[in-house]
């Protein structure tokens, strides 16, 4: 199994220009706000306050965007002969001739045997058709 890390962060042009509105808007804000307190305007405080909270809003949203595009990808290669020997647990109990479920390498599998296996059952793997374990019990 080999693990990797994409990272697809593409931002459309709908959203540049959304981030690219809100960040304009926020600077103006907060530059009037300052040059109203230092002209001792009233009023200069909240145009500044809204400035820099829409600022803030516009640096969560880039990296809110940023960080969700970034995804885990798993990639499991099996050559299913391989599997022949390994042990795996029942995680369903199998019935004489009937199907289950068994944990092979951290992978569920639906498996079959000849013999009645309960749920917790240590068992090896003796033969796999298509998908399918045939398993045993381990001795």
Do not use: C
């Not at 530059?31 to 306050?49: C, H, Q, S, W």
């Not at 400035?51 to 798993?74: C, K, P, S, W």
């Not at 374990?133 to 001795?139: C, I």
């Amino acid at each position: 199994m080999s693990v990797s890390y994409r990272r697809m962060v593409r931002f459309g042009p709908g959203t540049i220009s959304i981030l690219l509105v809100l960040t304009l808007m926020g600077a103006v804000l907060a530059f009037f706000g300052v040059t109203r307190m230092l002209a001792n305007i009233e009023g200069g405080g909240t145009l500044l306050l809204l400035g820099v909270i829409i600022l803030l809003a516009d640096v969560f949203l880039i990296v809110g965007i940023a960080t969700t595009r970034i995804t885990r990808v798993e990639k499991k290669y099996h050559h299913l002969p391989s599997l022949i020997g390994k042990r795996g647990v029942v995680k369903s109990s199998i019935a004489e001739g009937g199907r289950g479920v068994v944990l092979v390498d951290n992978e569920l599998w639906t498996a079959t045997s000849n013999e009645e296996l309960a749920e917790g059952t240590v068992v090896k793997i003796i033969n796999i058709q298509g998908v399918v374990l045939s398993v045993s019990r381990d001795v």
